[in-house]
């Protein structure tokens, strides 16, 4: 049923029979889905169509890296900017929400092909030379940023409503600690139905939406993708290639983003997927998968860090699972009834839960640190992690200094905004913090040149 490494209980869902499966794959699901969700409530894309290609994209990636990886590609938070930038541009030819979003859907697909770039420098060159740029100094601080920096999306939706979080967050505890068989490997899934049936019970759940939806309805809407707009005839050329330019440049934080988050996927399941299946095929999963759904009227993926607490929380690691909640989400997306009882679980509920699977992710990152014996007494590795959390952190919740503030939901994130001609390029906090960290890397003196796969400073994620 288990198996043991060290003092710590690793469950192999392939023992764990059918039945427990297909519960773990609900976790997975509900994990992904507030953060997913929200995305196209914010920007006004399709919740079907999203859920439609995230399980898609999911179960693409998963068959790119030979079906070894447990990761999950939800909706991306990185591209929010783009699109209510573009939205806006729209808005000054005159063009509606609805019009503009097939132009910024079209940039966020050719950021998609700027991971297939990555990956065949990384397939060139070696996933293991290249990864001498990311060594546990650089992709532990990043790992911890990231979670960091969602910390305040979960006190924000626990703001709405603190009893009904609090509910969530000490069901997930009890049943993580005290809880006996089953329930102590579901504690995410636990959290969000008990909170979800407290908050439905007490009259904070608007369930209008609901009763209005149809059971059975296609996920995708042809008007509102990038087909669409080219089969209409009437692009505005110059308003294409703006939406494109503006976007594009936000893949080079994304694409760093995926690298400490298979790092993170990495550390918790104690293999190196750098290495096996490769950079370049997870590079490849995720990029592809972006260019698809941005083509088909669907938010950007990216690799999900709610998925990665999900596995460190209940120990199960087997990518089965992963696809099963992919499976799911295709399936729950040809219902329109049940995306709206989905999008009706109150923010708290989403909070409460977040909590503890956004404090998971940061807690990887110091992990893959520890473990890999990164060397502190050196002050090249004190000054990148240094620099790498204060700009990332100062960045993304400054209000002033150049930051140009967008608003998502509840939160400001800060970036930095420069012209280069007539364009405005903005560089979200953890994108500078992710160049400056590997620009220190590669020039500082002490970097080892040569891969060694138990060292501090090489492109391993060490030895497990």
Partial sequence: MKQELGQEAIYDART??????????????????????????????????????????????????GWKVPVFLGSSFAFLGGYFTVVAMGADLGMSQAESLPYACAGVACAGLLYLILSAICKACGSQNVMKFFPPVVTGPIIITIGLILAPSAINNCSTNWPIALVALVVIIVCNIWGKGMIKIIPILMGVIVSYLVAAVTGNVDFTAVKEAAWIGLPVKMQDTVFGLAASGHVDKGFLISSIIMIVPIAFATMMEHVGDISAISSTVGKNYIEDPGLHRTLIGDGVGTAIASLFGAPANTTYGENTGVLVLTKVYDPRVVRLAAIYAIILSFCPKFSALISSMPAATIGGVSIILYGMISAVGVRNMVENHTDFQKSRNVIIAAAILGLALGINFAGNLGADITTAGNNATGAISFMIGEMNISLSGLAVASIIGILLNAILPGRRTEYMPNDENSGSLGKF
Wanted: hydrophobic share 60%; aromatic share 10%.
């Fill in 16 to 65: 764990l029979g059918t039945p427990r499966m297909l519960v773990l794959g609900v976790q997975h699901l509900f994990a992904m889905f507030g953060a997913t969700v929200l995305v196209p409530l914010l920007t006004g894309l399709s919740v079907s169509a999203t859920l439609l290609f995230a399980g898609i994209a999911t179960l693409f990636m998963h068959f790119v890296t």
